[in-house]
């Protein structure tokens, strides 16, 4: 096994179990956590995933600036659609955003280039 490929793996792992630790703490009876392990997952994890996606090659800085903006993009996206169909209310934004963010990484990484 090569250096990019362990290291695209453990990426990936860590996106997976970070992604059930905020659904888990989002769910009915999880547990608290700091909204200081919180936080930074929506600003950062779902842009990250949707950026992995495109593959642009570029600096860390304009790595972390594109993730930060699809972030924000996806939590307005979800937001909106929750305020426009307010049937589907009853499921939290806390859990949408990060079961997104685990299709669009097992998409990335079942089709990864």
Request: glycine share 6%; aromatic share 14%.
């Amino acid at each position: 096994m090569n250096s990019p490929q362990l290291i695209r793996q453990l990426k990936t792992a860590g996106i997976f179990f970070y992604s059930l630790l905020v659904i888990a703490t989002a769910a009915p009876g999880g547990g608290n956590v700091s909204a200081a392990l919180v936080v930074p997952y929506y600003l950062i994890v779902p842009g990250y995933c949707i950026a992995l996606l495109f593959r642009k090659e570029g600096s860390i800085s304009d790595y972390a600036l594109s993730s930060f903006a699809w972030s924000v993009a996806l939590l307005a996206s979800v937001y909106s659609l929750k305020r426009t169909f307010p049937s589907y209310y009853s499921v939290p934004t806390s859990i949408v955003v990060p079961i997104l963010t685990l299709l669009l990484l097992v998409y990335d990484y079942l089709h990864g280039r």
